[in-house]
């Protein structure tokens, strides 16, 4: 074979490739030359997908990239990305073949000038302020005399130690629930939370205790997750956060209802000493007997005023007058009942001079013999009305025998009825052997049926 001259190869076709073919090419190029890339620049136009992906571009005075991270890698991001935000991203270029773009794939990501955790809880802590968490007027005082005080730690920690110690010592009939939890680590958080809910499902817990001991911002950071936030926001009982040393602050500190610097400190909070319930008792006594000694000052006081006061003659004059018009009221009832008495007295003798000019003895003889002629009549008339009636009652009384059943037994018939006391009409409603009572003009016979 004859080599190609240099005009041939000038003159010949370069073969076409297709979309695909070529993008494939730069694909495996782009992907074999940029496997382990870290590109710095500002994140804009983040965008949380709800498969849980972040899609994003970094970009500079002079150019854009578009990134993306998917779920499995986000997770591990301790902040969540913001538009403006300068980052610095560690991944792979890829080539989305679809559109002929190339990205980067995000495997991690850290803030620039700041650290991931320290970012992550300045938003978390804005975004909780921002919906009222934090807000002092929900915070709730401690009950001061708690019969049931629950505990949210390790169950191996000092923190636990301390805490039942030191309750112990300072009043021992207070009872002890302890909730373990891991407070370190992945899944330490959501422990947290369950533990807080499964107190707070207890009626006798009346404070909970949520703690351990210090440690670095890492070791802490369960505390600053989101769902320990909103289980202590939701509980019932008074929550005390106690976590790390006095220099530590984490979410659930701003969350609590109170803020302990030491998970002691918080032991000390909840149990009253003896003589301290005894001081306070005092205090209150004290307090209480000052209070009473300036209300019963305050009221003499007033009552001197009130004396010295001219309200009092207004009040005695306004007796007076209310004085006089009960004696006129008295003075006219006792007028008129002295006239009404007199009156009546002149109308009886009035009637009395009537009846005695009057003579009724021939009239009540006149009305005597009317009565008695009455009288006479009416028995008449009455023993007639009898007669009638004894008549009419014998002669129903003779039908009445006439048609008895009684009367047609006595002439020898009988009645005859079946165990469940149905008179039998025909034969036929009886059967061989059947029991049967017939009914005489004297008593009953039981019969079997042959």
Known sequence: MSQMTFLEKLMQQPQALSVSELTARIKILVEGHFMDVMVEGEVSNFRRHSS?????????????LRCASFRMQNRLIRFTPEDGLSVRAHGRLSLYEARGEYQLLVEFLEPVGVGALQLAFEQLKNRLAAEGLFDVERKRGLPTLPRTVGVVTSATGAAVRDILRIIKRRNETIKIVIAPARVQGDGAAEEIAEAIRLLNSRDDVEVIIVGRGGGSIEDLWCFNEECVARAIFNSRAPVISA?????????????????????????????????????????LE??????????????????????????FDEVVNRIHILNQRVDSAAYSIDSSIKEVIKQGRAAHERVALRLRDADIRRQLIAERGALSLFRARLETSARAKIDRESEKLSVAAGKLDSLSPLAVLGRGYAVAFDHRGQIIKRAKDVSKSDHIRLRVAEGEIDCKVR
């Open 52 to 64: 849980g992906h972040w899609y994003f571009t970094l970009k500079d005075e002079g150019a854009m």
């Open 243 to 283: 976590v790390g040393h006095e220099t530590d602050f984490t979410i659930a500190d701003f969350v609590a209802d109170l803020r302990a610097s030491t998970p002691s400190a918080a032991a000390e909070m909840v149990a009253m000493a003896a003589d301290e319930i005894s001081e306070h008792i005092a205090r």
């Open 286 to 311: 004290a307090d209480m007997f000052d209070s009473l000694r300036y209300r019963l000052l305050e009221m003499r006081g007033r009552l001197r005023e009130l004396e010295t006061s001219r309200c």
